[in-house]
């Protein structure tokens, strides 16, 4: 594997040869949407320590808040000891949970007007024309959203079809409420959506949305957003291969060139078996790496197909762990066994005992031994987030492209993690394979006795 990133100084400055790591970092503090490796990281924590936060909701409170310059509101980084440029670090998502009694969401558009180049990252106040306004909600309604300095309506988007849904207490189960309830839970959104006590978005739940009522929906939670810092400024949402298209040549203070992208980790995955169980293998762009979390979704489809869905606050809890001399351009997943395609599931030795005989009615004495993993991969569409999937997957298995794309075709699939360009590369790989590339342990630890 061979690594073209840059070298960029960490943020953790003051902290870049840490004497000894945490055992546990407590996390209960956000950026303002930007992830720059110059701004102080928390910690260190040690190699083989946990990492416990809470998280706020991202897309859709983020985003009529105009001062969060992200598009989301993800937690401040966190210094792995002994993380240098080149490694990679195994995050091993122990637990999560969430925290909001409800939330709102829907299918939106930009307003004119209210942003420079991209109301994501830099929403304006259409009356001061300041950029980036502080505002605070006045009342309930899509109007609410007002800038501190001028009183304008200042969201930069508004719903065309929302919903508000409650969860029960148990939060496995979710249902959309009708307008009367949803107004009554806008007027109390700090309670409903249990925003961290230092969050400052503007809670989507004023909003109050009513466009579906009465739909059940199972909640399974996970992180959208989950990674390391990239090596130079980038907003969080955008810190991916799709997203991250919107910055180049915008004319906003965070443009970039097409090839400063390669800067990007691709932590915004919005992929649903990033959730409790899972092993996320990240790279290492500056030291420390700087592991920082996200955008909690209650639930998804594939692909997240209304550009948005339940976000939520909640509490995670991750185990990091250092991989020397790993020099990965993006994150390789190994997902809980039963969110594996079902080509990609590991054979049952009853299944292997007749793979056997078939086999050696034909001479063949030997079989293959496979374990699955996933490499994912972005692109500013889905076809070319694919090659850039199975491109990943030849470097890291040292396979010829031809192969993979054998492989994922007999022993897996191609998964979309969200429009328009977040794809998982999932197959079986032969065990000398995945021993040689230093990924065996980890592969035999998640799908031991399956």
């Given at each position: 594997m061979s690594s073209t990133f840059s070298t960029q100084s960490s943020c953790a400055k003051a902290a870049s040869t840490p004497s000894s790591g945490q055992e546990t970092v407590f996390v209960d503090q956000y950026v303002d949407g930007i992830l720059d490796p110059d701004r102080p990281m928390l910690g260190p924590v040690r190699d083989g320590g946990y990492i416990v936060s809470k998280t706020a909701p991202g897309c859709w409170g983020p985003m009529i808040t105009p001062a969060i310059r992200g598009g989301h509101e993800v937690t401040q980084p966190v210094f792995v000891e002994g993380a240098e440029v080149g490694d990679a670090i195994v995050i091993r998502i122990r637990e999560i949970a969430i925290t909001s009694l409800a939330t709102a969401s829907g299918t939106g558009e930009a307003i004119a007007g209210r942003f420079l180049g991209d109301p994501f990252v830099a929403g304006r106040c259409p009356q001061c024309q300041t950029l980036y306004p502080e505002t605070s909600a006045c009342g309930i309604g899509q109007t609410s959203i007002r800038c501190s300095k001028c009183g304008a309506d200042a969201s930069p988007f508004r719903m065309n079809n929302g919903y508000t849904i409650a969860f029960d207490q148990d939060r496995t189960i979710g249902v959309t409420l009708p307008a009367a309830a949803a107004e009554?839970?806008?007027?109390?959104?700090?309670?409903?959506?249990?925003?961290?006590?230092?969050?400052?978005?503007?809670?989507?739940?004023?909003?109050?949305?009513?466009d579906l009522v009465g739909v059940v929906c199972r909640l399974r939670p996970f992180l959208g957003q989950l990674g390391t810092t990239p090596s130079i400024p980038l907003p969080d949402s955008h810190n991916a291969g799709d997203f991250g298209q919107f910055l180049i040549g915008a004319p906003h203070e965070f443009g970039i060139t097409e090839t400063q992208l390669q800067h990007r980790t691709d932590g915004h995955l919005d992929i649903?078996?990033?959730?409790?169980?899972a092993i996320l293998i990240c790279p290492v762009k500056v030291p420390g790496g700087g592991i920082y979390m996200g955008d909690m979704h209650a639930l998804q489809g594939d692909g997240e197909i209304a550009g948005h869905t339940c976000d939520v606050a909640g509490t995670v809890k991750l185990q990091v762990?250092?991989?020397k001399n790993w020099p990965i351009d993006g994150p390789v997943l190994l997902?809980?066994?039963?969110?594996l395609p079902y080509l990609a599931c590991p054979f049952s030795p009853e299944e292997r005992s007749r793979a056997l005989a078939l086999s050696r009615s034909f001479g063949l004495e030997t079989l293959e031994e496979s374990l699955p993993i996933s490499v994912i991969?972005?692109?500013?569409?889905?076809?070319?987030?694919?090659?850039?999937?199975l491109e990943r997957a030849a470097q890291l298995l040292s396979m010829p492209l031809a192969e993979v794309r054998n492989r994922a075709t007999m022993t897996g699939a191609i998964e979309i993690g969200r429009l328009p360009g977040v794809v998982q590369v999932t197959c079986l790989v032969p065990v000398g394979r995945l021993e040689?590339?230093?990924?065996?342990?980890?592969?035999?630890?998640?799908?031991?006795?399956?």
């Open positions: 009554a839970i806008g007027h109390d959104a700090q309670r409903y959506s249990a925003l961290p006590e230092k969050s400052k978005q503007n809670s989507i739940l004023v909003f109050a949305p009513h649903d078996s990033v959730r409790q169980g762990h250092v991989l997902p809980v066994a039963e969110d991969g972005t692109g500013a569409d889905l076809n070319q987030a694919t090659d850039n999937g040689q590339c230093g990924l065996l342990p980890f592969v035999k630890e998640q799908y031991a006795g399956q």
